[in-house]
């Protein structure tokens, strides 16, 4: 075993291996991987081998099509067989809701390049002749299914990476690692010390005890995972001679089945609802190539679906039943990305779906190691997604409620209720009680609309306009006539001082910095130019600035931030819920407020993006004239000991003004009648500033900054694409993210998000187009729900075009 390298691999399952052989196409042969017991011996030896390309985040969609595509590739360079029987596959829709699901699936997959086809129920008997057809409505068809081998898979990455040049040591367990002071770590193996530059952690099921050799606590849990294997069923050799063919893999929505044929007869998986964590605390690591003990009771339900939607299955023998374990993160989506805080410490775990995804994790983290970016928008698995309130309780919870939920549809409007109410501020009962129904991001209840007093605040899931919609109306109306307030903790907030800050600020943002009093919009850019932050910053004094960003990105942007920070000088704190807010919005905002402090905020005192420190009643608070509303509006600042007694003056305070609560449901209304775009919708780190719209707020005038040169270029050559506002055509539906644009009859883009604008009264959806069409007038369709729907392009904002009322 050599006693260095640049990069050190822990963990030989499959994304590892994946891992280790990106690595080695990119360049850097100077790498190993250590694995404990051998190749395969987590959770990757007893998988079923399926793979599919459909995921909800169309960015791990994309990877997925990636992993499938890369198998022809391993095998010739590895000569090592994949056992690869890329069949196609049909999802079976049991209800008109799921069947909307598959249409807006289909519609997705048509931007990524994928070849679904949404077909009826009989054509999926045709297909996969084993289906009582009577069970479904429909079906979606897509040809990037089928299975593998998952030992000869792992094998083939392995030893293309070997003949890359990578090493590989087996039966050697990681016993610690000890970062040394320049950040190269000694990875201390059972067969010695390795001194490797980078570390991953691809520790699959041993992943959070890796994680704790460098003090993380990971949110990862292990399911225990059954399939059974059949014994022969004729009709399946009579599929087999009928067509020629293996029979496709099918995925049973209603059933929560996956199957497939599997020699003579079929195998059969079911994500239970009675689902059950393993080994919830630690791994322990005499667990070998081990399977648990099998229980059929727990999957009883589901198989009883299955043996009526697949009837000939239940005319059978059960052969065998695999019950093993394997890791989910609490979304479902992989942990991918290097870690806050910790240099040259990397993570490629929570892979709940190596086959599908080991092919994209690999390539997107072998890109970050050796060229410091994933070159794809990796938001969906970043490791950063999650904060410090991913605990192992939370993680268990909402890993068990995922699990169950897995082949279960979860409509736009739905809030999954495990693990909540987790992270609260201190107005959540006084919200609640006047009738807020609740929302959670990163661990956090805000309101997302408020129910009339005597109503009850309950909501009925859809893709369609719901219970919500004239309440949320009501609401817009509401701040667009007199005054609402909001309750905005859920943001960002950082403070930076220090005699650096200024300099710092100004090298790591793309804006001009404000004079001291003052607030810009900013994006952050990254080396490629490319959006990865769109920021309120104000300076609150020489040396003290406060920045505004999206909450669920905190982590990913301290640990941006955290990387660059000089030795000496700046000071950055995430505030989290040290700070907390409130927003208040409307024409009658100003007249509010002015009840509330004893200084003069008439427009020409306190203008348009200017913040102050100020008392408002007893409170000491931060006052900044900025909202997302559009409106005339105000966004304030308090330690959280005084949130509910600021809201209560306000309330006390607006009642002759016509205050009433509104919801994060309205602000989304309001935001799409102005064209303001939003982090992880609008702008993430496949646009271009300019591309996004922010050009304006990017200065290329200043001193050199992270990402100018790209932006200047971007500016010279125009960048690729536009993002343009569209007033849709709908009925009761609008767009929710992610439905394709067509122009002239084919697919030129996609939307980022969209709802209903209900103050201008109109169906509004913000998309990226090519730039050459982006001053077209006509000829665009936005597909919602399967149906393709006239769209027109807008201009100007459909609410106060000129920003009067924002600034007047
Ligand atoms: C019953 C079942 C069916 C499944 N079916 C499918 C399917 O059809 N399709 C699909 O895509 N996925 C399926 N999966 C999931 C799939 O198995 C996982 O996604 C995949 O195996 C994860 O691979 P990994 O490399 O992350 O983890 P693992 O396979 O767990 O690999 C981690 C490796 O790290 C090693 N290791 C850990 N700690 C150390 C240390 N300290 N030192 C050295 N080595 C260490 C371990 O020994 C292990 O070999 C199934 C899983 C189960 C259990």
Redesign the pocket.
């Known amino acids: 075993m050599k006693t260095s390298a640049k990069v050190v691999v822990?963990?030989?399952?499959?994304?590892?291996c994946s891992v280790l052989y990106h690595l080695t196409k990119a360049g850097w042969t100077d790498v190993m991987l250590?694995?404990?017991?051998e190749l395969?011996?987590?959770?990757?030896w007893?998988?079923?081998?399926?793979?599919h390309t459909l995921n909800g985040d169309p960015n791990v969609a994309k990877l997925q099509q990636y992993t499938v595509e890369l198998y022809k590739e391993i095998e010739e360079k590895s000569g090592v067989a994949c056992g690869l029987h890329l069949t196609g596959g049909v999802m079976l829709a049991g209800t008109e809701d799921r069947m909307d699901w598959l249409k807006m699936a289909h519609a997705k997959g048509r931007y990524l390049g994928m070849h679904t086809e949404i077909i009826s129920a009989e054509e999926a008997k045709k297909r996969m002749p084993l289906i009582d057809e009577k069970h479904f409505v429909g079906a979606m068809y897509d040809p990037l299914e089928g299975h593998l081998d998952?030992y000869g898979t792992t094998h083939a990455y392995a030893k293309s990476a070997k003949i890359n040049g990578a090493e590989i040591v087996v039966r050697?367990?990681?016993l610690e690692l000890n970062q040394r002071e320049d950040g190269t770590w000694d990875v201390v193996t059972e067969q010695g010390t390795v001194h490797a530059e980078h570390v991953v952690n691809?520790?699959?099921?041993?992943a959070r005890?890796?994680g704790r050799m460098v003090g993380l606590e990971l949110p990862i849990l292990a399911m225990e995972?059954?399939?059974l294997l059949t014994e022969d069923i004729p009709e399946v050799a009579e599929a087999n001679k009928a067509t020629g063919k293996e029979v496709i893999t099918a995925l049973d929505f209603e059933g929560e089945i996956y199957t497939r044929q599997e020699r003579g007869g079929m195998l059969m998986?079911t994500y239970e609802k009675a689902a059950k964590p393993w080994s919830e605390q630690e791994t322990p690591w005499d667990f070998g190539q081990n399977l648990l003990e099998p229980d059929l009771d727990r999957i009883a339900p589901e198989l009883e679906v299955g043996f009526e939607h697949f009837p000939s299955y239940g005319n059978t023998g059960i052969k065998k039943i695999?019950n093993?374990?394997?890791t989910f993160a609490p979304d479902g989506n992989p942990l991918v990305g290097p870690i806050r805080g910790l240099k040259n410490f990397w993570v490629a775990?929570g892979?709940?779906?190596?086959?599908?995804q080991g092919g994209g994790v690999g390539l997107a983290l072998s890109n970050w190691i050796v060229k410091g970016d994933p070159g794809f928008d990796v938001w969906g698995m970043d490791v950063a997604r999650y904060g410090d309130y991913a605990t192992l309780a939370y993680t268990n919870a909402k890993v068990r409620e995922n699990y169950s939920r897995r082949f279960r549809i979860r409509f736009p409007n739905e809030e999954l209720p495990a693990g909540r109410p987790f992270r609260t501020t201190p107005i959540y009962d006084r919200l609640l009680a006047d009738g807020a129904v609740m929302g959670e991001s990163y661990g956090l209840e805000y309101p997302l609309w408020f129910a009339p007093k005597g109503m009850d605040a309950k909501e009925v899931f859809s893709f369609r306009r719901s219970t919500d919609f004239s309440h949320v109306g009501n609401e817009v109306a509401r701040v667009r006539t007199s005054v609402g307030v909001m309750e905005t903790s859920g943001y960002a907030k950082y403070r930076i001082t220090g005699e650096g800050a200024e300099a710092w600020l100004s090298y790591m943002l793309a804006n001009k910095i404000p004079a001291t009093g003052r607030m810009v919009l900013t994006p952050m850019l990254n080396d490629n130019g490319k959006l990865i932050g769109d920021f309120t910053l104000a300076k609150l004094g020489a040396e003290e600035f406060l920045i505004i960003g999206s909450g669920p990105a905190e982590q990913y942007h301290m640990r941006w931030f955290e990387a660059h920070l000089p030795k000496s000088g700046v000071h950055i704190e995430a505030l989290g819920l040290n700070m907390v807010g409130l927003s208040i919005a409307g024409p009658n905002s100003r007249a509010l407020l002015a009840k509330l402090t004893s200084k003069d905020v008439s427009s020409s005192a306190f203008p348009f993006m200017a913040i102050r420190k100020m008392d408002l009643g007893p409170i000491p608070a931060i006052v900044g004239r900025v909202t997302f509303t559009g409106d005339l509006g105000y966004e304030i600042w308090v330690k959280p000991e005084y949130q509910r007694a600021l809201l209560n003056l306000v309330l006390q305070h607006g009642e002759d003004l016509g205050i009433g609560h509104f919801g994060l449901r309205a602000l989304n209304s309001m935001r799409l009648e102005k064209n303001f775009g939003t982090w992880a919708r609008e702008y993430r780190p496949i646009y271009g500033a300019l591309e996004g719209g922010l050009g304006r707020f990017v200065d290329l005038k200043k001193n050199d900054f992270i990402g100018r040169t790209k932006a200047a270029e971007e500016k010279e050559n125009g960048g690729a694409l536009r993002l343009i506002t569209f007033k849709v055509d709908a009925t009761d539906a609008d767009c929710m993210g992610d439905e394709p644009i067509w122009h002239d009859g084919k697919v030129v883009g996609w939307i980022t998000s969209g709802g209903y604008g209900h103050w201008v009264k109109a169906s509004i959806a913000m998309g990226y187009v090519p730039k050459e069409l982006a001053d077209k007038t006509d000829g665009f369709e936005i597909e919602v729900i399967g149906e393709r729907r006239k769209a027109h392009p807008i201009r100007e904002a459909l609410f106060d075009p000129k920003g009067e009322k924002m600034r007047g």
């Open positions: 822990i963990g030989g399952g499959v994304v590892g250590i694995e404990r017991a395969t011996a987590g959770s990757t007893h998988a079923a081998g399926g793979f998952p050697n367990r990681v691809a520790g699959g099921l041993w005890e890796v995972h059954m399939y998986g695999i093993g374990p394997f775990c892979v709940m779906a190596g086959f599908s």
